[in-house]
């Protein structure tokens, strides 16, 4: 006990756990982020021995997650894309499937992270949001206290290539990364460059060889992503293979942009 109470000072002659403010006099309150600890991530609270010891405070898990929010490279706005905000009502089935398996995964994550099979794909038809699904759980993931990282097939492609010195930096990132999240892959595209297949290939397969878990939308079906490069397309579905929706049908209906006009049509 001699020695905890010895730590506990140390700390204090830090400024950790000083119950003093150590701001001038009239220093408000409000001036703080977490009044409760006073920004300093701890809190003195007394043991059942009567003597005080530093418990960390609950504001520790929300610097976390605003920390892990600013290293997502997830935009503003979708940071704001969550499960309650995608509606399903009045669409095809297929889109009530596919926010619940995405829900499911979520639940299941903690179990599921080092498994083989820990991914989660959703491809199809464009405008049936596959983007917001995989984007509320990449947010529900953070918010859990996971690193994720988002990368957008075509921009994050570009973006390499006019900071090309930053190419190796990058794609390691992606490959050690908690969870990744490629969004679009083979967009508008029936194949894709040597350039982007090397390094999209070299980042799931290291991710596939060390059970890293990948979140991933597409344009393409799991056929049409083994079309352009089996050894890629076979591995994300070994991966998600419990996960894996599929959206195909009408697209007036599955499409949320052309609503519309769907409606437009019906007068």
Known sequence: MKTLKIKV??????GGLSNQTNQPNGTNMSTFNCVRCEDRGLILEKNSDGYEVGIPCYCNKKRKVE????????????????????ETEGRPQVIEIAKTTAIDYVDAFDDIKRARVNS??????PGSGKTHLQMAVANNLIKMGIPVLYFPF???????????????????????????????LFKGRDTA???????IYAVVNYRYLNHLPILLSSEKTIDEICYIDEALGSRIFEMSQDYLVQIKGDRMSLNYRLKALLNKNKR
């Open 9 to 14: 000072s140390q700390v204090e002659k830090l």
């Open 154 to 184: 075509v921009e994050g492609f570009n973006d390499l290539k006019r900071n090309f010195d930053l190419l190796d930096k990058k794609i390691e990132k992606m490959k050690q990364i908690d969870v990744l999240f490629i969004d679009d």
């Open 120 to 125: 989660l794909t959703i491809v199809g038809t």
């Open 67 to 86: 920390r892990l929010m600013a290293s997502s490279e997830i935009t503003d706005k979708f940071l704001k894309l969550g499960f309650g905000n995608f």
């Open 193 to 199: 460059t040597q350039f982007q297949m090397e390094q």
